[in-house]
T-cell receptor, first 115, second 111 residues
Framework: DVKVTQSSRYLVKRTGEKVFLECVQD?????MFWYRQDPGLGLRLIYF???????EKGDIPEGYSVSREKKERFSLILESASTNQTSMYLC??????????????FGPGTRLTVT | GQNIDQPTEMTATEGAIVQINCTYQ??????LFWYQQHAGEAPTFLSY????GLEEKGRFSSFLSRSKGYSYLLLKELQMKDSASYLC????????????FGAGTQVVVTP
C-alpha cells in the first residue's frame, strides 16, 4: 500500500513564526503536491514538485515556500505564519496510472492553527 | 483556468440512490477523478474517467460526457458510512498530473 505521512496531525503556532510541514511518501513517486483545504473552497494547490529540487507554483503560493532535497520528502514552509494561513494542509504524491491519468495519494493532513 | 462546479450538499436516506453532478470548463482535458473524503480524513480515490461513458465499480458508478463537460457520481444502496464529502477533480494534458478540484459535495445519509 502507498503510504503518505505528514509530520503532525495538529499544530498550533503564533503569528510570525516560521513553520515547517513535512511530508514523506514511500512509493518512489516523482510528483508531490501541497494543498490547503478550507470550507467552501475545496482543495487549492500551493506548490508541486515533479522531481528532486524541482518545484512549481500552484494557484496560491504567496506566503509559502517548499523544499525537495530527496525524492521521498517534500516540505512546506510558512516563512512568517499569519492567521489567514490557519487551514488544513494536505500533502499528496502521484504516479501515472496504467489506465491513464495520474492518481494522487493523500496524507492524513495537518490542521494548522495560527494564533 | 478551470471552472469546476458541484452542488454543496445533498441529503438522502439509507438504501436510496444519489447522483452527484460535476460540470467543468477546461482546455486540454485529460481525465476526471472522483475522491471520497470523510470528515477529518484524507481524500481517497474512487474513480477515473477519460473516455465518454459509464464506469461501474460495485455500488459506485461514474459517468463522463466530454462534449458536455459533465460528469456524475452515482451512489447506490446508500449506507450510513457513505456520509462524506465527494470531490470532483480534473486533470489536463499540460499539468504534470496536477488536479484541479471542485469545492466538494457533502452527502448526508439519514436513517
Amino acid at each position: 500500500d502507498v503510504k503518505v505521512t505528514q509530520s503532525s496531525r495538529y499544530l498550533v503556532k503564533r503569528t510570525g513564526e516560521k513553520v515547517f510541514l513535512e511530508c514523506v511518501q514511500d512509493m518512489d513517486h516523482e510528483n508531490m503536491f501541497w494543498y490547503r483545504q478550507d470550507p467552501g473552497l475545496g482543495l487549492r494547490l500551493i506548490y508541486f514538485s515533479y522531481d528532486v529540487k524541482m518545484k512549481e507554483k500552484g494557484d496560491i503560493p504567496e506566503g509559502y515556500s517548499v523544499s525537495r532535497e530527496k525524492k521521498e520528502r517534500f516540505s512546506l514552509i510558512l516563512e512568517s505564519a499569519s492567521t489567514n494561513q490557519t487551514s488544513m494542509y494536505l500533502c499528496a504524491s502521484s504516479f501515472p496510472r496504467v489506465a491513464g491519468g495520474y492518481e494522487q495519494y493523500f496524507g492524513p493532513g495537518t490542521r494548522l492553527t495560527v494564533t | 483556468g478551470q471552472n469546476i462546479d458541484q452542488p454543496t450538499e445533498m441529503t438522502a436516506t439509507e438504501g436510496a440512490i444519489v447522483q452527484i453532478n460535476c460540470t467543468y470548463q477546461t482546455s486540454g482535458f485529460n481525465g476526471l477523478f472522483w475522491y471520497q473524503q470523510h470528515a477529518g480524513e484524507a481524500p481517497t480515490f474512487l474513480s477515473y474517467n477519460v473516455l465518454d461513458g459509464l464506469e461501474e465499480k460495485g455500488r459506485f458508478s461514474s459517468f463522463l460526457s466530454r462534449s458536455k463537460g459533465y460528469s456524475y457520481l452515482l451512489l447506490k444502496e446508500l449506507q450510513m458510512k457513505d456520509s462524506a464529502s465527494y470531490l470532483c477533480a480534473v486533470v489536463t494534458t499540460d499539468s504534470w498530473g496536477k488536479l484541479q478540484f471542485g469545492a466538494g459535495t457533502q452527502v448526508v445519509v439519514t436513517p
